[in-house]
C-alpha cells in the first residue's frame, strides 16, 4: 500500500496533535491519568526516549511476564494485588503476593529453569486446572510455559537471542512476523500481541502492539482507508508501512495511540472545563 503525500502530512499532522495534547495533560497534575501513563508519556512522547534492552536474563523474564499479563483484566486484576500497575522490576513482589511463595522474591528465581521449577513447585501445591481462564490459573500456565520457550530462546545466551530479533527486524516486516509467530506458539494465552508488547519493551522500536487500543485508533488516523477489518498480521503490517512512511520508529506510533485511546477522555473532560471557565 503506498501513502500520498497528503496521506503523510495528515497523518504526522494527526499524530503531532495526539502527541502535544498527551503531554499537557500529562504536565497538568488536576488531571487524574494514571501515575505510569504520565511518567511514560512524558519519558517517551516528550522526551523522546526509548525502552532499553534488559542487561541480564532475570529483568528479561520479568519484562517477558510482565508484558504477558498485559491482558486488560489481569493487568487490573496484578494491579489491585500490588497496589499499583506493575513493571518488571515489581513482578517478583507481585507474584510472591499472589502465589504465597517468598521465592519469586529472589533474583536466582529468574533464570528460565528456575523460574519452570518454582512454578512447578507452586503447581503441586495450590493444584490449580491450568486450563482454566481464571486469573491465578492463567498467570501460572502462561509462567510454565513462557520459560519453558525463554529456555530455549536463550540457550545461547542474551546476546544471541537479541541477534535474532536483530536479524529478524534486519529482513523486514515479514520476518519480524514470522518471529512472532513461531516464540508464542507453544506459549498458551500468549499470543501475537503480547508478544509484540514484551519485544518492544525491550527496546526493538520496529515491533507495534495490535491490540484493541491500536487498532480502534488506527482507521481515525487513516481517515478514508479501509483498515477497520484487517487481520491483526495486515494491521502489522500496515504499521510499518505507515511509520516508514512518516519516518517515525514504529515504537512511537504504537505509544500515542495507546496513551491517545487510554487517555484521551481526559481531554475531553478539560476542554469541557476550560470552555465553563471561559464562558
Not at 501515575?35 to 520479568?62: C, F, H, N, S, V
Not at 516486516?173 to 498458551?188: G, N, T
Not at 511509520?243 to 469541557?272: H, M, Q, V
Request: proline share 5%; charged share 30%.
Amino acid at each position: 500500500m503506498r501513502f500520498s503525500e497528503r496521506e503523510v502530512r495528515r497523518v504526522k499532522d494527526k499524530l503531532g496533535v495526539y502527541r502535544n495534547r498527551l503531554v499537557c495533560l500529562a504536565r497538568d497534575q488536576s488531571v487524574a491519568m494514571n501515575p505510569l501513563d504520565r511518567e511514560e508519556i512524558l519519558k517517551y512522547l516528550e522526551q523522546g526516549l526509548a525502552p532499553k534492552r534488559p542487561t541480564g536474563i532475570p529483568l528479561l523474564m520479568k519484562t517477558f511476564l510482565r508484558s504477558a499479563y498485559t491482558y486488560s483484566p489481569l493487568r487490573k486484576h496484578c494491579e489491585k494485588a500490588l497496589g499499583e500497575i506493575p513493571t518488571p522490576p515489581q513482578m517478583g513482589k507481585l507474584l510472591s503476593r499472589v502465589f504465597s511463595e517468598e521465592a519469586f522474591k529472589r533474583d536466582q528465581t529468574w533464570k528460565p529453569a528456575s523460574l519452570n521449577a518454582t512454578a512447578t513447585d507452586v503447581q503441586k501445591r495450590l493444584r490449580l486446572d491450568l486450563d482454566s481462564r481464571e486469573f491465578h490459573p492463567r498467570m501460572l500456565r502462561v509462567m510454565l510455559d513462557g520459560s519453558a520457550e525463554m529456555e530455549k530462546q536463550l540457550a545461547r545466551g542474551l546476546d544471541s537471542f537479541y541477534a535474532t530479533v536483530d536479524e529478524a527486524v534486519a529482513k523486514g516486516p515479514e520476518a519480524m512476523w514470522a518471529f512472532i509467530w513461531e516464540f508464542q506458539k507453544h506459549i498458551k494465552l500468549v499470543g501475537h500481541s503480547l508478544t509484540c508488547d514484551f519485544l518492544k519493551e525491550c527496546g526493538f522500536l520496529r515491533f507495534v502492539k495490535v491490540d484493541h487500543h491500536f487498532s480502534k485508533q488506527f482507521p481515525a488516523l487513516l481517515y478514508s482507508r479501509d483498515c477497520s477489518c484487517r487481520s491483526p498480521k495486515a494491521s502489522f503490517l500496515l504499521s510499518q508501512e505507515l511509520a516508514g512512511a512518516i519516518g517515525e520508529e514504529p515504537y512511537y506510533l504504537d505509544r500515542i495511540l495507546y496513551e491517545w485511546g487510554r487517555n484521551k477522555k481526559f481531554w475531553k473532560t478539560r476542554c469541557s472545563r476550560v470552555t465553563v471557565q471561559a464562558t
